[in-house]
């Protein structure tokens, strides 16, 4: 009997190339996926899937599972194992690695490694729960203390931003055109909508040109009630081509693709770019090789810019950034705050995607960058049709901390220690 993964129908699942090609339309991107592509894009194991009936209706069944576990909330059930439940799948195989499965490595059950597709394993996990009447804590919608406490601040500085605009926040305020980056006025942190928030790390000081920038910066996920960290770094390596650095402050995203580009189609995944016209950046004009006062004051794009993206830097031991946001894949802090470690299935470049590092060992993925995309994908709200899911990212100054009590930079630090020190 076949898996089940991404690209696989139900043999009742028979679409015209019309059809197909609406189905895909809300997920792809017009460059990285031209009009005439309907293949699926497997970013896990680095592949293109084309369209494939299996008999029966083993994936409606599937994702009635899903749903009843707590991984599905928003199915279709229409025999098509697509994105989204292809990033259920993962998520499941996830929860039941670092939460069901002991440890120590004496359980008996099998192992699961969260790749998107449903072989033996998966399927003993699937009847495990359903015999068990389990369901996953990520959709309890139960918030945690820590959750409501990210809002509690995140509302605190949006007044105090407000009040006191920096002089980026100034600038967006003069601007003409702003694109998916916003004043503070305009800053919503509603519950019912994922934010991911991150914090930059002390770039505004020079850096020398051949000194590499550190991945130091913390990124919060909050979604469905509960709060994830994640690491990475938001601000580019020197370089000599006046790289960008994206403006502080609250910018609109959505579900996308990375490396869309013609010549780099064959390393495409998925990614966060800005929902509409681009985001504002600032430019490098000095030479300092961070985002400096003086940068700040003079190096404002004109427009917005389309390709600053939020995306996988491997295991975060270099910064891939030219001016993307790019969070690592070797570790997550969950919504228990317990540190997950991810390096034995999380790939370092990515031509490794879906090879594996040992033989009979897990498939290579993006690690917890992924568990990132696939909680986005999966829990935000579906929108109006044939529009791709939008969640809100903030990128906040260091000193925030010491401008608006609630959080320390201290805490920031520890959480940032802890997720670093997993080994590679």
Excluded at 24 to 46: A, Q
Excluded at 94 to 108: I, M, N
Excluded at 181 to 187: K, N
Excluded at 382 to 400: D, H, S
């Amino acid at each position: 009997m076949k898996l089940l993964r991404l690209g696989r129908t139900d043999a009742p699942v028979s679409l015209s190339a019309a059809e197909k090609r609406k189905f895909l339309t809300l997920y792809h991107h017009p460059v990285g996926f031209p009009e005439s592509e309907l293949r699926f894009r497997d970013d896990s194991c680095n592949e293109w899937r084309e369209w494939e009936q299996l008999p029966g209706d083993r994936i409606k069944a599937l994702t009635h599972r899903l749903q009843a576990a707590g991984f599905m909330p928003h199915a279709a059930h229409d025999g098509i194992f697509g994105y989204v439940t292809q990033a259920a799948v993962r998520l499941f195989q996830e929860y039941v690695r670092t939460t069901d499965l002991v440890q120590d490595g004496t359980s008996d059950e099998p192992p699961s490694w969260p790749d998107g597709i449903v072989g033996n394993d998966t399927l003993h996990h699937l009847d495990r729960w359903e015999r068990e009447g389990k369901r996953s804590r990520w959709s309890d919608g139960q918030a945690t203390p820590d959750y409501e406490h990210w809002f509690s601040y995140l509302n605190d500085c949006a007044a105090y931003y407000r009040d006191h605009p920096t002089s980026v926040m100034q600038h967006l305020l003069r601007a003409d055109r702003r694109g998916d980056s916003l004043v503070p006025e305009d800053w919503q942190f509603d519950p019912a909508e994922p934010h991911l928030i991150a914090f930059r790390s002390g770039a505004s000081f020079r850096l020398p040109d051949k000194a590499d920038r550190s991945v130091d910066d913390l990124f919060v996920l909050l979604i469905n009630g509960k709060s994830f960290y994640f690491w990475g770094s938001v601000d580019a390596d020197p370089s000599p081509k006046k790289e960008g650095y994206l403006v502080e402050g609250q910018h609109r995203y959505r579900f996308d693709w990375h490396n869309i580009s013609g010549r780099r189609r064959t390393r495409i995944y998925k990614a966060g770019r800005p929902a509409g016209e681009g985001v504002m950046v600032i430019r490098d004009v000095h030479g300092h090789n961070a985002p400096t006062p003086e940068n700040r004051r003079d190096g404002f794009d004109r427009k917005p810019n389309p390709t600053f993206n939020i995306h996988w830097s491997g295991l975060g031991i270099s910064n891939w950034s030219a001016g993307c946001q790019v969070i690592s894949g070797r570790s997550y802090l969950n919504d228990l705050d317990e540190l997950i470690d991810c390096t034995p299935f999380t790939a370092r470049r990515d031509q490794d995607r879906g090879g594996r590092r040992v033989a009979g060992g897990p498939r290579l993925t993006m690690g917890a960058y992924t568990l990132l995309s696939d909680l986005l994908l999966t829990y935000t709200r579906p929108q109006e049709p044939g529009i791709k899911p939008i969640f809100r990212y903030t990128l906040l100054p260091e000193e925030t901390c010491s401008r608006v009590p609630g959080k320390s930079c201290e805490f920031l630090r520890s959480q940032l220690d802890r997720l670093r020190a997993v080994p590679h």
